[in-house]
């Protein structure tokens, strides 16, 4: 089985791959996971997502099942040969992520939580870092740095959309953030179009904006019943959605000349 | 010849059919607008814009050619065939653009400006609609209701970039503002990459997310000469960029099942 | 009675005059001006609001009494010796708007019609130009110069609140505004509290706020019974609120060796 | 001498003690520590801020001393008798920054960083908990609950700016924060001029203004010598400037009703 380091040296091999990562908001049950991980396997998605430690505005709302959650991911992992993202909260969880994760994720309210950066940059597994929601381009790079000094230069930059006065969506996708960061670093950029959607129906606009711009990867929230997600409901598509938007997706990348990265070449 | 309104009732016929407008930030002299509108009608753009009156932020800029603009505009419609669009910036004037243009332009900062509104409402020509830098999709909703109140219902809508703390680029374009308002109008909306890009390098993959997010079509500034034209200088296309972009545009468009209209079609 | 010049010039006189600016959103009824008009004269405001003319979001609601609402602020002023401001919306109401107002207002929406601004910049009477909600600092000065270029140098720059992501006010007051456009222009520079708070009982603070930042004026909308006003009826005050507001306001006025300028004075 | 607790205490009183913070963004030695007490101190300011570790955009700017910076802290606590605020990045620091200080400060970027939150929750000692910059107000009114539900209730909430389009200051303050705030919540409102201010000169009417909008506190940056300053050099008073800010605050303060806590009041 391909490790996640060979996965992300492929995407920056300058051979045109794409990278799909798809997976629920949060980690529920294991037949929830196993679920979505024998879909997205089958339709050839290299890597799935899914959170076992939440960041949540609220304390009255669900924080995730723990390492519970990640023990349920890593059997996936298991059934389906797919490589695991899974977001870590704090440095004290770190070890325990790492054990269960293939590639350590940084989540938009931790963007500059610097002492978590130099930890995970120390690490030997790649880093998928999403922008802070109220960071500009020039503090999400300098967040990468921090990464980056500590040794591991294995990071995936993902534009998740930002805060602005428009309230039709959740956040502003910052489309411009694509090209300005490939422009600025050599690490993959990936587009996060589930949370700046807030709603299903916005997210496959938003994805495909984001293969067009020049994205190396999405990132969408994919979930077998959204109705009754314990988390990001609204936003979550279900398998019929998220095949959708997956053939889109390989139709614009083909009229570019690039592919999606598919589970069969890594396992 | 086909008139603007033809081409509004095509791009509105739900054939795929994709609008490209093209041309200068402003109309600086006979020659500067003659051989963009040559270029572009070679290459089948239907569309010049080009502006003859210019807001500009600081009253100490160049304003623009006036009248002497509009006929330069007419001019390159006589030897192209191309459809006409220029912006109007007040009720004084619109008589005397109405007189040479084939579309009306309502730009940015006059998104709000009721009074024009209505009147360009009671016009027999196509409005072309630029979202206010600083409204919501709800107040841009709202302003195209004062022109279609009024009786016009030929408008298209312009996503152009929103004011946000990002200075990376000179606006954030609100990619999400596609699907938005093709769920809340019927109207074709139109993304204008240049305005938010503010630099040239990011024109194109602003353009193709705009293109892959269902836009009805792009609004493109083109110069002969980027370097020495009179506004704009930084966020101006010459004809090798547009080239690429249209090309790239065409390549996305039909793997969406979508064409460019045809300037031969029109004429 | 004084001229609306001879108030501008004191308030510029350094002599440390704050300027109370009071009145309904719009001018609905004689009854409802004249009342509001002899309350705020009552304890010496010297000017009247009152919208005429006014620039909706949507087509749909109360757009202004138009001509009879400036005949009603103009027998108020009869009545009660105030000088009165209103707003201007386009060049073509400019002369009979000009005959009836003695300040003329130009509107948030209004801050870049560039038009407008030239045409007030040729007129006799003080201008109080409002801060689009979409606007920095910077473009908000160059406003100004298209004013004074054309020779009218007595504005009112009004700071009522600018586009944020925060939605528990209306908008937000950039309270910074006022150090910052005190040190770029010597005009006077008013807060509007009343459109940043979008209800009551944030109007005091933030007008407070307003005075110890160094503004020289307050504008602040006063309406004899909000709940049942045709416009902005959760963001007006009513008579008792207001004179519990003008009452704070001259402690923090005295505290900072400045005093309100009253009515008696003026007449 | 009076313990942070009892500080606190006094402030929620509702007898109209005012808080006034000041001291060095960052400690940098026992002189410039020290100085800064001492004449803090003599002016009868209680709390002396300065950070030790600090969470900066760059990694290659100054992070701070570290645990040597706390002891300066001490040092100068034990020289005045002043009461000590200073910020704690991660919870790993947290048990040695507890170990120093007398109030805990949660800085902008950790006001979502949950995992912290909790561990001060359960702290004996007083957070002070910085609104984040891309926060709403909800969210920061969420962060605290994370604090309270761990039972401190000891919490000052320091609004301190937030990201707009404005680039004229470095944050745009939200003056209204101060009032929603205290309806939502029964915890002291601190305001932070200097780091929406950016700059010397705007310090002290943000300042007045967070006075008058009925503010418990100010939090200022005082450094002995800005210019020479390792960090925020620009937006740092110098003794003079502090000392006229602080008197101005006074008479403010007494034309409201209310009056700076003394140190004397303290010891």
Same mark, same amino acid.
């Given at each position: 089985?391909?490790?996640?380091?060979?996965?992300?040296?492929?995407?920056?091999?300058?051979?045109?791959?794409?990278?799909?990562?798809?997976?629920?908001?949060?980690?529920?049950?294991?037949?929830?996971?196993?679920?979505? =991980?024998? #879909?997205? &396997?089958?339709? !050839?998605?290299?890597?799935?997502?899914?959170?076992?430690?939440?960041? $949540? %505005?609220?304390?009255?709302?669900?924080?995730?099942?723990?390492?519970?959650?990640?023990?349920?991911?890593?059997?996936?992992?298991?059934?389906?040969?797919?490589?695991?993202?899974?977001?870590?909260?704090?440095?004290?969880?770190?070890?325990?992520?790492?054990?269960?994760?293939?590639?350590?994720?940084?989540?938009?309210?931790?963007?500059?939580?610097?002492?978590?950066?130099?930890?995970?940059?120390?690490?030997?597994?790649?880093?998928?870092?999403?922008?802070?929601?109220?960071?500009?381009?020039?503090?999400?790079?300098?967040? =990468?740095? #921090?990464? &980056?000094?500590? !040794?591991?230069?294995?990071?995936?930059?993902?534009?998740?959309?930002? $805060? %602005?006065?428009?309230?039709?969506?959740?956040?502003?996708?910052?489309?411009?953030?694509?090209?300005?960061?490939?422009?600025?670093?050599?690490?993959?950029?990936?587009?996060?179009?589930?949370?700046?959607?807030?709603?299903?129906?916005?997210?496959?606009?938003?994805?495909?904006?984001?293969?067009?711009?020049?994205?190396?990867?999405?990132?969408?929230?994919?979930?077998?019943?959204?109705?009754?997600?314990?988390?990001?409901?609204?936003?979550?598509?279900?398998?019929?959605?998220?095949?959708?938007?997956?053939?889109?997706?390989?139709?614009?990348?083909?009229?570019?000349?690039?592919?999606?990265?598919?589970?069969?070449?890594?396992?």
């Amino acid at each position: 089985m391909m490790e996640a380091s060979d996965l992300f040296d492929r995407i920056t091999s300058g051979e045109g791959y794409f990278l799909n990562i798809a997976g629920p908001c949060a980690v529920e049950s294991q037949d929830q996971v196993s679920r979505t =991980a024998k #879909y997205l &396997s089958s339709i !050839g998605v290299p890597v799935l997502r899914g959170g076992a430690f939440k960041p $949540r %505005t609220s304390p009255d709302t669900f924080q995730g099942l723990g390492e519970e959650g990640l023990q349920m991911l890593a059997q996936a992992r298991e059934e389906t040969g797919m490589i695991i993202v899974t977001e870590v909260m704090d440095v004290e969880k770190l070890k325990l992520v790492e054990k269960y994760t293939d590639i350590i994720q940084i989540g938009s309210r931790n963007c500059q939580n610097f002492t978590l950066l130099r930890r995970v940059g120390r690490s030997q597994k790649p880093v998928l870092l999403k922008r802070g929601f109220g960071n500009t381009i020039d503090e999400f790079v300098n967040s =990468a740095r #921090y990464i &980056s000094l500590e !040794g591991n230069r294995r990071i995936l930059m993902v534009e998740r959309g930002i $805060r %602005t006065f428009e309230t039709s969506t959740r956040f502003t996708l910052d489309i411009s953030a694509v090209p300005v960061l490939k422009e600025r670093l050599q690490y993959p950029v990936i587009v996060d179009p589930s949370h700046p959607a807030g709603v299903a129906r916005y997210v496959e606009p938003l994805a495909l904006a984001g293969v067009a711009a020049g994205a190396d990867g999405l990132m969408v929230e994919v979930h077998p019943d959204p109705q009754n997600a314990l988390s990001d409901k609204d936003q979550q598509l279900n398998f019929e959605q998220y095949g959708h938007l997956k053939s889109k997706t390989d139709q614009i990348l083909s009229a570019m000349g690039k592919k999606s990265m598919q589970l069969e070449r890594i396992a």
